[in-house]
């Protein structure tokens, strides 16, 4: 059986199938081994408990999904009290999705969870409104990304994983400043902002706007992946439309060391264990490793 293992800095994976952040849950369990996976990755999970969004959050649009579910969460203490433990019971890597609205209350919830332990990463969701600049997201832009991803390290005795926006009008030099201040990885990319109207002209969401993901955000995402790969030396998790054993081999093509996978999830919650199987039928009828698909361009 080919090795699928591969590195994300001083992280090893058993492979390079991961589940994008808010489309998996430990339900899954129920239907499929978790431990398969190359890290559980649990929803963000923010400083304070919200609800979220209003409903209706979803709609299908476009082959693809909007939604605007506004990350409702118990909140980091109750999430660590609670949930972790639920999650460090699973023999497999665990990386724990964080996002605030500051940067001080994003490094408050990575110490909390570098204190809990058992947890192999941290990923911060820098998609979320930013409180000190009249709520645009962090992502945006690179001096708001570059301040959470100072204030976290400086806190953080764990790996960092930046996820970075397909929003952002110059997202290389985002992902620039995350590399900057010691982002260990980055994921890219989150949804893209989109808005969808029902026959009466009314938006379909209660939220009005919302992030589309799946099918059609793929080559979005994939020519992000394509730049930032050329810009920045540290490992890129592809994400954005993965449903196919094609789509990871596109993302390994453009730079990436790994996938992250949601929509897919979301209409056939198997989608992750067919495709680790694909890879490694794909690569045993190769003789190759996982390793040999990372082709990071001299930078
Ligand atoms: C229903 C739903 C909920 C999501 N929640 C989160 C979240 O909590 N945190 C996050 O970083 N991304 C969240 N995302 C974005 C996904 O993690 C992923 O970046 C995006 O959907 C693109 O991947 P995909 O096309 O495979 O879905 C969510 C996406 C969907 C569809």
């Given at each position: 059986m080919a090795d699928l293992s591969v590195?994300?800095?001083?992280?090893?994976?058993?492979?390079?199938?991961?589940?994008?952040?808010?489309t998996f849950g430990l339900g899954h369990a129920r239907i499929f081994d978790i431990t398969r996976l190359g890290a559980l990755v649990p929803k963000t999970v923010m400083p304070d408990a919200q609800p979220g969004h209003p409903a209706p959050r979803l709609t299908e649009e476009a082959g693809g999904l909007i939604n605007?579910?506004?990350?409702?969460?118990?909140?980091?203490?109750?999430?660590?009290?609670?949930t972790l433990p639920l999650y460090r019971a699973f023999d497999a890597p665990l990386v724990i999705s964080v996002s605030a609205?500051?940067?001080?209350?994003?490094a408050e919830c990575v110490a909390l969870l570098c204190a809990a332990g058992g947890l192999t990463a941290i990923e911060l969701n820098l998609s979320c409104p930013n409180l000190e600049a009249g709520g645009?997201?962090?992502?945006?832009?690179?001096e708001p990304t570059a301040r959470v991803v100072r204030a976290c390290r400086a806190v953080s005795t764990l790996p960092l994983w930046c996820k970075l926006s397909p929003n952002a009008g110059a997202p290389g030099t985002v992902a620039e400043a995350a590399a900057g201040e010691g982002?260990?990885?980055?994921?890219?990319?989150?949804?893209?902002?989109?808005?969808?109207?029902d026959?009466?002209?009314?938006?379909?969401?209660?939220?009005?706007?919302?992030?589309?993901?799946?099918?059609?955000?793929?080559?979005?995402?994939?020519?992000?992946?394509?730049?930032?790969?050329?810009?920045?030396?540290?490992?890129?998790?592809?994400?954005?439309g993965v449903a196919t054993l094609q789509d990871m081999l596109d993302y390994f093509a453009a730079g990436a060391t790994a996938v992250a996978v949601g929509?897919?999830?979301?209409?056939?919650?198997?989608?992750?264990?067919?495709?680790?199987?694909?890879?490694?039928?794909?690569?045993?009828?190769?003789g190759m490793a996982a390793q040999d698909l990372v082709r990071r361009r001299a930078i």
């Amino acid at each position: 059986m080919a090795d699928l293992s591969v590195r994300i800095g001083d992280v090893r994976l058993a492979n390079p199938v991961l589940p994008a952040s808010g489309t998996f849950g430990l339900g899954h369990a129920r239907i499929f081994d978790i431990t398969r996976l190359g890290a559980l990755v649990p929803k963000t999970v923010m400083p304070d408990a919200q609800p979220g969004h209003p409903a209706p959050r979803l709609t299908e649009e476009a082959g693809g999904l909007i939604n605007a579910i506004g990350i409702p969460s118990a909140g980091i203490r109750a999430f660590i009290a609670d949930t972790l433990p639920l999650y460090r019971a699973f023999d497999a890597p665990l990386v724990i999705s964080v996002s605030a609205d500051t940067a001080e209350t994003f490094a408050e919830c990575v110490a909390l969870l570098c204190a809990a332990g058992g947890l192999t990463a941290i990923e911060l969701n820098l998609s979320c409104p930013n409180l000190e600049a009249g709520g645009r997201a962090f992502a945006l832009d690179p001096e708001p990304t570059a301040r959470v991803v100072r204030a976290c390290r400086a806190v953080s005795t764990l790996p960092l994983w930046c996820k970075l926006s397909p929003n952002a009008g110059a997202p290389g030099t985002v992902a620039e400043a995350a590399a900057g201040e010691g982002a260990d990885a980055l994921i890219l990319a989150n949804t893209m902002l989109a808005i969808a109207f029902d026959k009466a002209g009314a938006p379909r969401l209660a939220n009005r706007t919302g992030g589309l993901s799946g099918v059609p955000v793929k080559p979005i995402n994939l020519r992000l992946t394509d730049e930032i790969a050329r810009r920045v030396a540290i490992p890129i998790i592809g994400c954005g439309g993965v449903a196919t054993l094609q789509d990871m081999l596109d993302y390994f093509a453009a730079g990436a060391t790994a996938v992250a996978v949601g929509t897919a999830t979301l209409s056939r919650p198997t989608t992750m264990v067919h495709l680790i199987d694909a890879l490694g039928a794909h690569l045993d009828a190769r003789g190759m490793a996982a390793q040999d698909l990372v082709r990071r361009r001299a930078i």
